[in-house]
């Protein structure tokens, strides 16, 4: 799920480490693929326009002696992780929620579900999609946890408790997309094409969640963004419900369901890491915080809408699926539930990174609050995945 915040309590700074005390690492500019207005720039054809973004990465920032810390944990890991996840064979699969095409009333089910959909309004179907498209976009999420130093998977199919847990929880997730891609194809509700032209942009893009290929950060970002979706498609269901339709709602909250026990094994792993380096994790989660959760369809465009994650963002805000206070209500549970404000025998950096995480929540509501009261009028805003019929923004 995604949202785009107000950002005017984030500022871009760099890692809480001092700099004598961080390691050398690559820094990459991403090139702008803003929109040229110049003629010849309109007549190149290109094959694929990369993400529009423009900021310094940094690779590769963790210290090479803290990768011992994940080698050392894998013993812990397959005892207290991969407990988290199911069986295949006791797994739900989307046809379980779906009509049965081998079934003599199959078209029956159909226009059932149809008749349904029809009493959701389109604002809820913009979600709906944006929370699809985000969980259709799952090679990226792959392809990002494998990037961080320690606990990839080195070969494809190697048997480190981490890889393992890599892959069983991407196919896990892989359930999320298909049910509600053919859901939603069911429903004639939405522009199939625009929506799967989205996904293929938006894999295309990738993410950059500005985890420098450091478990530390990565784990700390895996675990807000399992909540985020858990809360997001738990208000789904709410809506659908209150709308009538229980076949839905049973759906967005067995997805929402399966969120919350990967957000359980992520936050798991990061209360061992404070656990085992306390300092080192508390400086991870206020750099993480500080550069702000980046979600992870940032990137999304239809090939017309410059500014269709804003958008989206918007109308989940307004509906109440995910929202500036579930951002600050996230940050909150986080740092209860790994006892930030606890901790004991942190550097002088650490408790800084200890007072600055403790206090961000109450700060981003404040924020929110002014932000809110010099909000600019709603504005009429077209979505291709509704064919073109404007929602408010």
Same mark, same amino acid.
């Given at each position: ?115 349904? =959909? #029809? $009493?959701?309004? %389109? ?6 999609? /944006?929370?699809?498209?985000?969980? *259709? ?102 809506? =659908? #419900? $209150?709308?009538? %339709? ?6 967005? /909250?067995?997805?929402?369901?399966? *969120? ?134």
């Amino acid at each position: 799920m995604a949202l785009k915040l107000n950002t005017a309590f984030i500022s871009p700074s760099h890692s809480p480490l001092p700099q004598s005390r961080r390691p050398r690492s690559h820094r990459v500019f991403i090139a702008s693929t803003l929109r040229s207005t110049s003629i010849e720039a309109e007549n190149v054809k290109k094959p694929f326009s990369p993400p529009r973004e423009v900021h310094v990465q940094v690779t590769h920032s963790m210290p090479p002696q803290k990768i011992e810390v994940f080698k050392s944990m894998e013993g812990w890991a397959e005892e207290n992780v991969l407990v988290h996840l199911k069986p295949v064979e006791k797994c739900w699969q989307a046809q379980d929620f779906l009509p049965d095409p081998t079934s003599e009333g199959f078209h029956e089910q159909v226009k059932e579900l149809r008749e349904r =959909a #029809k $009493e959701l309004p %389109d604002d809820y179907f913009v979600v709906l999609v /944006g929370d699809m498209i985000t969980e *259709e976009a799952l090679p990226t999420y792959q392809t990002m946890l494998n990037t961080l130093d320690g606990v990839r998977d080195e070969t494809g199919a190697s048997l480190t408790p981490w890889a393992v847990w890599t892959r069983a929880w991407t196919a896990e997730e892989n359930r999320h997309g298909d049910l509600l891609n053919k859901y939603l194809y069911l429903s004639g509700r939405v522009d199939m094409r625009q929506i799967e032209k989205t996904i293929q942009y938006l894999i295309g893009s990738g993410m950059d969640p500005r985890t420098e290929n450091s478990p530390y950060l990565g784990f700390i970002y895996t675990s807000f963004q399992e909540r985020a979706t858990f809360i997001s498609h738990g208000n789904t269901a709410r809506l =659908a #419900k $209150e709308h009538g %339709d229980m076949k839905l709602a049973q759906i967005c /909250g067995t997805i929402a369901a399966d *969120e919350k026990r990967h957000e359980t094994a992520y936050t798991k792993i990061v209360e061992k890491l404070f656990e085992i380096d306390p300092d080192g994790t508390v400086l991870a989660f206020a750099d993480m915080m500080r550069k702000k959760i980046s979600m992870p369809a940032h990137l999304m465009y239809d090939g017309q809408d410059d500014s269709l994650f804003e958008h989206f963002s918007a109308v989940a805000q307004r509906l109440g699926v995910y929202t500036a206070k579930d951002y600050a209500d996230i940050l909150e549970f986080l740092v209860g539930r790994w006892n930030i404000e606890k901790l004991m025998g942190l550097s002088g950096e650490g408790r800084k990174a200890q007072d600055y995480v403790c206090g961000l929540a109450p700060r981003i509501r404040k924020l929110e609050e002014r932000a809110q009261g010099r909000a600019k009028p709603a504005t009429a805003v077209p979505f291709s995945w509704i064919f073109g019929r404007k929602m408010m923004v």
